[in-house]
């Protein structure tokens, strides 16, 4: 069974930086575009940014500049490096491929506050 698991969360103040992870096991994400997605209170579920193995990163412009995506594929796993983050960043973040293939996992909660 397909299992996500993602990590790095926590609070931290406006301008701060958090690096998440998110580990697949039972599946090999080489084959696949995998990307990040928050969900915060009230609202959709969104994509952050996404990146196909070898290839350019893909950012949605609130987090361009200021997010990266990466991957290793050896691990079977995805980072997302968060820098100079806004309370509008608070959500509960997620990985998954760019289909939504796997069954989603719980999330790490980011919060973005003074």
């Known amino acids: 069974q397909v299992q996500v698991v993602e990590s790095g969360g926590g609070w931290v103040q406006p301008g701060g930086s958090l690096e998440l992870s998110c580990t697949v096991t039972?599946?090999?994400?080489?084959?696949?575009?995998m990307g990040w997605y928050r969900q915060s209170p009230g609202k959709q579920r969104e994509s952050v940014a996404w990146m196909r193995s070898g290839g350019r990163p893909t950012y949605t412009d609130s987090v361009r500049g200021r997010f990266t995506i990466s991957r290793d594929n050896a691990k079977n796993t995805v980072y997302l490096q968060m820098n100079s983050l806004q309370p509008e960043d608070t959500a509960v973040y997620y990985c998954?491929?760019?289909?939504?293939?796997?069954?989603w996992g719980q999330g790490t909660q980011v919060t973005v506050s003074s």
């Open positions: 039972n599946n090999n994400i080489s084959y696949y575009v």
């Open positions: 998954n491929t760019n289909t939504q293939m796997y069954i």
